[in-house]
DNA sequence: GCCAACGTTGGC
DNA sequence: GCCAACGTTGGC
């Protein structure tokens, strides 16, 4: 059987709620709290083995950090039921779950992070610009040859 | 703190 | 289905 190139994308998180240092300490994580459908949808395109991009938002200096790899598919968000949790969904029922996550785990961080101005040099043709000014999706796919160019570069 | 971008909500 | 109001993201 032929062996499938992964696919490549790129989650944000705020380092305050969950750093690449975080993740590096826990090995793997549960990435659970999303609560944009066009984030969720892209999560459940993903496969296992699909390379993940760390992205450090709302911070100083924002920008790449580390990479990381799906593990696992389709899994129920238990926060979406936790009535104490920031991302409980009252209107979501067990029997019928709204949210669904993905679990990743670490592969490494880099050595020097990929700033944002640099990203948006590379990412400036690209329609779903990642970079974009007031994206707010926390969940992008990253284009193969893009991906490669930061690969080298992380 | 400001604000651009844009998703969500709810009245009609 | 339209759209105004509102809320969130996230860079600056």
Wanted: proline fraction near 6%; hydrophobic fraction near 35%; charged fraction near 30%.
């Amino acid at each position: 059987m032929v062996q499938q190139e992964p696919s490549y994308w790129l989650m944000k998180s705020e380092p305050d709620a969950y750093s690449i240092d975080t993740l590096k300490n826990d090995k793997a994580t549960l990435w659970d709290g999303i609560r944009n459908y066009q984030a969720r949808n892209f999560m459940r395109n993903m496969h296992i083995g699909d390379k993940v991009f760390f992205y450090h938002s709302n911070c100083k200096p924002p920008g790449i950090v580390g990479l990381m790899e799906v593990t696992d598919l389709n899994i129920v968000d238990p926060t979406q039921f936790e009535k104490d949790s920031k991302y409980y969904d009252p209107k979501s029922k067990p029997e019928n779950p709204r949210w669904d996550c993905v679990k990743v785990k670490y592969i490494s961080k880099s050595n020097k992070l990929l700033s944002l101005p640099e990203l948006k040099i590379l990412f400036s043709e690209d329609e779903l610009l990642v970079v974009k000014k007031g994206n707010r999706l926390s969940i992008l796919p990253v284009r193969n040859d893009i991906a490669k160019i930061i690969l080298e570069k992380i």
